[in-house]
């Protein structure tokens, strides 16, 4: 099936600094990438939707200056936490639009210090 | 706003029992629900899906069962073990769309 590769899974960074997390698309091309925060024992939250060759969809109340999404290719989404800072620490998970629905990463645990 | 729910945060059962995990709906349009398993520390893993023309589907130890009239959606796990431990989460995909929406999540521990 449909394999999302997800980088770094876990990273600790200092405060004002930036992290960048990468999704690869394994054995298919993904067109359409979502990003995901979640919180301890919370639901998952979409961010926003990464289109290859085109600017991503933030949803309402994320800062896109400061989440910064690039799908240049049809198997690699980024996204980039700007001047991190402890709020920011979180679980981020990837996940990709696949003919049998949606594949998603192993998570990236982010700790801001 | 309309959105997925849980009925039950945490659903505790013995080794070896069925388990039932709830989750409600309530936009009409939804026309695809997907159940994951998400455990520590890891992303969901896809178990089934159903599409809106269905009110049953069954894979492997599990069923979902789909009631449009009062909008509710079911997990069935037969035979639960204690590596069915994890976080379940119900998602809908409304018509028209393709975003899922994910509902709040139902912690399952069984106990061996």
């Known amino acids: 099936g449909a394999v999302v590769s997800q980088h770094p899974s876990r990273v600790i960074c200092k405060s004002g600094t930036s992290v960048k997390i990468e999704c690869r698309s394994l054995d298919f091309q993904a067109t359409t990438m979502f990003w995901y925060r979640q919180f301890p024992k919370k639901s998952l939250m979409l961010m926003a939707t990464s289109n290859e060759g085109s600017k991503a969809t933030y949803e309402q109340g994320v800062e896109k200056d400061k989440f910064l999404i690039n799908h240049a290719s049809l198997t690699l989404s980024t996204l980039t936490v700007t001047s991190a800072h402890p709020e920011d620490s979180s679980f981020y998970i990837c996940?990709?639009?696949?003919?049998?629905?949606?594949?998603f990463g192993s998570g990236t645990r982010l700790t801001v210090v | 706003g309309e959105s997925v729910g849980l009925h039950l945060p945490t659903l505790s059962v013995q080794e070896g029992d069925n388990s039932i995990i709830n989750c409600a709906y309530s936009?009409?349009?939804?026309?695809?629900f997907i159940w994951y398993k998400q455990e520590s520390g890891k992303g969901p893993q896809f178990i089934i899906d159903?599409?809106?023309?269905?009110d049953k589907r069954q894979g492997q130890r599990v069923t979902v069962l789909l009631n449009k009239t009062v909008k509710h959606l079911s997990l069935q796990i037969a035979a639960t073990q204690p590596g069915d431990s994890a976080v379940y989460f119900c998602?809908?995909?409304?018509?028209?769309?393709?975003?899922?929406?994910f509902g709040r999540g139902t912690s399952l521990i069984v106990h061996p």
């Open positions: 996940s990709a639009s696949t003919v049998d629905g949606y594949t």
């Open positions: 936009n009409s349009a939804s026309d695809y």
């Open positions: 998602a809908e995909r409304r018509g028209g769309s393709y975003i899922p929406t």
């Open positions: 159903i599409r809106s023309n269905m």
